[in-house]
Structures are given as C-alpha cells and as structure tokens.
C-alpha cells in the first residue's frame, strides 16, 4: 500500500495507542508514523514499548513542539510514500474502506489532499478565512 498515516502525538500516549491500533485492525500492513511533538510526559517511552516489535510502525521525536500542524507538514513533506493520511490522535478507524475510499476521490479528482480546509485562531478555534 503506496500510503502512510501520520499520528502527531503531545502528551496523549493512551489515544495515540487506540488510534494506531484501530488502524492497524484494518490495515495490516498500513505504514504508520509516529510524531512525537516532544511531549512532557513518558509518551516516548510508552509508545517504543507498545510498538518496537511492529514493522510497520515508526516513531519520530521532535526535540521541540513544533504544535499539530506544522509537525504534521513537516512529517507529510518527509513521507515517502505516494500518499499520506493525517490521522488524529484522539480519531478511531471503525471499519474498513476508509483508506480505500479517500483514495478513489483523489485519483478521480487528482487531488493533492482530500479532507476539509479548517482555518484556526492562535488558540486553534475555527475561523472564518476571512478572519486569517
């Protein structure tokens, strides 16, 4: 599979957990990253422990926060895979198709992403784009 999920991880390793293995229920051979966004906590730790023994699951260690998004642009610029999903930490993948269905619209539309264009305050609440 030409695609990797991306999971940006500050301090919630419990949810970043479920969400990698809700992806990995489905997708078995689904290459997942990791990106710690330098948590305060032992999400680092905790997360190697969970995951050392998987061949499709890394685990990148920013040595700042680099906040969500910028961490995820900068793992999204790093894949090397054709395609990416940015999946959230606190999102669970309930059933199969998901990958396969965001996959058909952007080859039907030759899309560079496919999704929802959110635009956030310095706070991260939604904003008009005209308030940017």
Do not use: K
Not at 28 to 46: C, F, K, Q, W
Not at 60 to 80: F, K, Q, T, Y
Request: hydrophobic share 45%.
């Amino acid at each position: 599979m030409q695609v990797q999920a991306i999971i940006v991880n500050y301090g919630t390793p419990d949810l970043t957990r479920r969400a990698v293995w809700s992806l990995l229920s489905l997708y078995h051979d689904l290459a997942i990253l990791i990106v710690d966004n330098a948590s305060p906590d032992d999400s680092v730790s905790r997360l190697s422990g969970e995951f050392e023994r998987s061949p499709t699951v890394r685990i990148s260690v920013n040595e700042s926060n680099l906040h969500h998004g910028p961490a995820m642009d900068v793992a999204m610029r790093a894949s090397e895979r054709d395609w990416v999903l940015l999946f959230d930490s606190d999102a669970i993948a309930y059933r199969a198709g998901l990958v396969e269905g965001l996959l058909d619209t952007a080859r039907i539309h030759s899309a560079y992403m496919v999704g929802d264009l959110c635009f956030v305050d310095e706070g991260g609440s939604n904003v008009d784009s005209a308030e940017v």
